[in-house]
């Protein structure tokens, strides 16, 4: 039970500690951008099980934070949203599997799936094309993917590609096939 509250916690009240904090600097200038940074979209978890009941619990809440934030922002033209990268080269996971991201691809023999995986950047993009968009409000309270709004954005990853992690992870990871990322990468 410890241990479940706790990573509970650190998941959603971190968000929610940033948006007490953050929510009223942000109110004074129209048209401000929340992005919720969270792992998997609405549709994903809302038919995954992730792991365990409070890893579970702690995912969906984030993409709810961004939900009630999009109501709550409205009449300050705000827009919220949540974005998921997809399986992500953070530093940590590239140490993990003693690698670095000029030879990810080497992790690829101990988890073959890691090949989907995406670079910080990626994510990171994702976002300022976010914020550089006139038309964001169109996203406000949505859960959205770095992959998703690659395709439509049109940016790309370090290596130029733009993978579409989450329709690899349902539709191949998941399905129980071997890694293959042609038509996701």
């Avoid at 365990?52 to 934070?65: E, G």
């Avoid at 949540?82 to 140490?95: Q, Y």
């Avoid at 691809?105 to 910080?120: K, L, M, Q």
Wanted: proline share 5%; net charge negative; charged share 20%.
């Amino acid at each position: 039970m410890d241990t479940g509250l706790r990573t509970l916690h650190l998941a959603a009240d971190t968000h929610a500690i940033t948006s007490h904090f953050a929510i009223p600097l942000l109110i004074k200038t129209p048209g401000g951008l929340v992005v919720e940074i969270t792992d998997g979209t609405d549709e994903y978890n809302a038919t995954n099980y992730r792991v365990s009941f409070f890893y579970d619990l702690a995912k969906a809440s984030v993409n709810r934070m961004a939900f009630a934030l999009a109501h709550e922002l409205r009449p300050y033209s705000a827009t919220a949203v949540s974005l998921t990268p997809g399986w992500l080269r953070s530093e940590a996971r590239l140490e993990a599997y003693g690698v670095t991201e000029d030879n990810w691809r080497d992790a690829t023999t101990r988890s073959p799936h890691f090949a989907i995986s995406e670079s910080p950047a990626f994510v990171g993009r994702a976002v300022a094309a976010l914020a550089q968009d006139p038309n964001v409000s169109r996203w406000n309270g949505k859960s959205l993917s770095s992959g998703q709004l690659a395709k439509i954005y049109g940016f790309t990853d370090l290596d130029g590609s733009q993978p579409d992690c989450w329709g690899y992870v349902t539709e191949v990871q998941d399905a129980g096939k071997p890694a293959d990322v042609a038509g996701y990468r």
